[in-house]
């Protein structure tokens, strides 16, 4: 179970149909959602000729190491500037595997807390293309679950969503957003540019990065088991003081012992008073990782005629 502590923050939050609508688009690791605006046309938006993808992978399934993995990592815990190091490096390693795979599907779990209340958690459909920069998303979590797409280059840098199956399917149209305007941040605490793994450990590695030289940081790498009695790699990285430039007092990363992709990553805000625990502020799991799926021109395509947009 999630931490659902709570804080007060003065925020805009959308109501009624809007509401519900806009929570379907906080995405992944992961995130996403954003401002709504009427869609033009679907087939006028320049959408690449389509090219078909490899099978989908299945919740439940292990990750597939990647090329070239080779995973140092303690055997027992470490701590202190050593520990600072070998995340690092680790890290490093991971980015530059990430970055020479094409692209993969996965199946992600997220719940997060947004302007002081937490969000439902989703079990979301992620297919994401590194070049050019593409991310599909389906919330199937619920029957008939929204989708999103956003390719860059496309649609001046907006993506294309629609709200899913049931009554709001057939009122709202597909509609385009911006991923960072106001709104969209009061929905996800990333715009949909930043979801997905290899996001993910680019954030964690200029972090880890940060952290070598900053004496308020301390690291610790650990092995646990997870949730599924897997064994994990672990670190725990917290600041002691307060810096406005980081956007976590605390995080908490389990990584698969194989292929170092973060499983679950676990983020904590900073404390209201100096001496607090840090509240958790959200949390990702990686249900399934295949990077043997490298989706195609038609997987990012709103009029894919397996998809709900038209």
């Known amino acids: 179970m999630l931490d659902t502590s709570d804080r007060s923050h003065r925020t805009l939050v959308p109501t009624g149909w809007t509401r519900v609508v806009l929570l379907c688009l906080a995405p992944v690791a992961l995130a996403m959602a ?11 938006a320049g959408a690449p000729s389509p090219s078909r993808s490899a099978s ?5 399934a292990s990750p597939r190491p990647l090329r070239g993995a080779s995973v ?9 500037r050593a520990a600072k190091r070998a995340l690092h490096r680790a890290l490093l390693g991971l980015v530059g595997r990430l970055e020479a795979i094409p692209g993969y599907e996965a199946v992600v779990r997220r719940r997060e807390r947004i302007g002081g209340r937490w969000l439902p958690e989703q079990t979301l459909r992620l297919k994401v293309r590194h070049a050019p920069a593409s991310v599909y998303l389906r919330d199937i979590g619920v029957e008939e679950g929204c989708e999103i797409i ?3 280059g496309q649609r001046g840098g907006r993506l294309v969503s629609h709200p899913g199956g ?18 969209a941040m009061t929905q ?4 949909i540019t930043e979801a997905g793994v290899l996001p993910l450990a680019r954030l964690l590695l200029a972090e880890a990065r940060r952290d070598l030289d900053a004496p308020g940081a301390s690291v610790v790498l650990d092995r646990v088991e997870g949730d599924d009695g ?7 990285r917290r600041l002691d003081a307060r810096d406005d430039g980081r956007p976590f007092a605390r995080i908490e990363v389990q990584y698969d012992p194989e292929t170092l992709i973060p499983l679950s990553f676990r983020f904590h805000d900073w ?3 100096p001496g607090e625990e840090p509240p958790l502020a959200g949390r990702y799991a990686i249900e399934s990782f295949d990077p043997g799926a490298v989706p195609g021109d038609l997987d990012f395509d709103p009029t894919n005629p397996e998809y709900g947009f038209l």
């Open 166 to 183: 049931g009554l709001i399917g057939l009122l709202v149209p597909p509609v385009e957003l911006s991923p960072t305007s106001p709104l």
């Open 271 to 273: 404390p209201e008073s």
């Open 150 to 152: 956003h390719v860059e």
């Open 34 to 44: 954003a401002r709504w605006m009427v869609s033009a046309p679907l087939d006028a």
């Open 230 to 236: 897997r064994p994990r790699l672990r670190s725990v």
């Open 188 to 191: 996800s605490r990333f715009p």
């Open 72 to 80: 140092s990592w303690p055997e027992g815990r470490l701590e202190g």
């Open 56 to 60: 989908g992978a299945e919740v439940g």
